[in-house]
Structure formats: C-alpha cells, structure tokens
C-alpha cells in the first residue's frame, strides 16, 4: 500500500507540474550595475511612501484639484532622480496641478515602463521621462524640487552635482539614505537638514507589521533661500530674547 501512495503522490506532482502556466517574460534589465556612474539598483518607492514623499516635497499651499486656467499658479518642476516607474512624479502630480515632473532614469526597461505608466494616467503633458545617465544632467538648475531614493554611494556621488548645479529655491528630499558631507568640517548637506521623518511603516496593513522606522526615513533638505529666511528669523528671535534680558535686569536694578 505504500508504494501505491507513493505512485499516485508522484503522479499529482507530475500532473500538477505540467498542468503550471509558463513563466512571465522577465523585465529585468541589461543595464550594467557596476558601471562608473551606477546610483542604486531599481527598486520601486512604495506607494504609501510615495504619498508621504509628495507631502514632504511640495508645500500644502499647492493648489489643488481642477481649476481655471487664469488661476493657475506658476508651474513647478519636480525632477526624480532614478525615477523608476515614474511612481512618485505621478502621485504629485495627480495631487498637484500645477507640478510638472522630469524624470531620470539610466535603465532601459524601467523608463520605458515610466512611460507607459505616464501615458495611462493621461500625464504625457506634464511628466517628460529620460532614459539618461543621472550624471549627464545639465538642467537640474530648472528643478525647485528634487527627489533621491538611491544608495549611500549613490548619493555620494550625485551630491557633487547638486551642489554645483542646483538654484537657490531648490528643496531635495531623500528617501531611506541621507546625502553625505564631504569632509569632516564641511556640514553643508547637515546644516540644510531641516526635518527627518521616521516612519514605522511603509504599506498600508490590516495589521501592524514589522516596525521599520530604523531605515524608513525621509529627509528633507531646505534650499539656500529658506536656510536664509531661517537665519534671519533666528537673528530676529536672538535680538528680541536679548532685547527682554535687557528690560528684565535694568528694572531689576532700579528696584
């Protein structure tokens, strides 16, 4: 009998096998990932993440949803660097009318999904996809606000070009890696840090997950002009504080 059970089991397994459909055709790229210029491998932004990513990159005062021509205001470039699937350029925008989205992506098969991605969401007139080397961009200065979800070197290597390219309205915000300073004494990436946020989840579950808050992070970094206004108001808030020390020992003297 034992034998007879170990057949008709073999014959299922058999039957099953043949009866599984092919396998899909891969989407894997032929890009080279060891290449000078490689940032990060391909690895798509979660969506719940993508709409914290929006919220962290654009101010609220945005306007939204439909409206008249005449009101619109100025359009605003949002540049994703290793754009992937266009995902994150696609939420802002649907989010955001006035958002115009640039984004760049070195592999073949993953910009071309960008753009099949763009065009079903009816975007062709607002998201511009480039299958390019993110190190040949030389048109980030147009971006006023910039995201990155790359590896440490990756980051590593695109701040150079962010430092000497980018314009002075210019935000960026990081996903999971922060952008390195280069040396020891130079802090010009920590001292533009304006907010790190840590989230515990990066998928919307009826039950609560693992908590990933370790490594998911958004960093948001402040552009030039708004690291100005910030010193002018601390300024403003040293003098005033010094103003109020001053009045409190003077009367406490002529008491």
Known sequence: S?????LHYSFRLSYAHARMPPPLASTTSSFVS??????????ATPHLMCERIVDA????????GHHRRDERKKDIEVFDIGCNDARVLITACQKYKNVRGVGIEIDPVAANNARNNVRNSKLENRIEIREQDAMTVTDVHRAEYIF???LP???EKIEKILRERMNDRCRIVCYM???PDR??????WSKRLIKEVAFDDSRKRERKGVDTSRYNRIYVYGSKREMERREKIRKIVRAG?????GIVVRNSMLK
């Open 2 to 6: 034992t034998y007879f059970f170990f």
């Open 34 to 43: 060891d290449g000078e210029n490689y940032l990060g491998p391909v690895s």
């Open 57 to 64: 990159i654009l101010p609220s005062s945005l306007p939204k």
């Open 148 to 150: 990155l979800y790359l």
């Open 153 to 155: 070197k990756g980051n």
């Open 177 to 179: 890696f922060k952008l």
């Open 183 to 188: 040396l020891e004494d130079d802090k010009f």
């Open 241 to 245: 504080v010094g103003v109020a020390i």
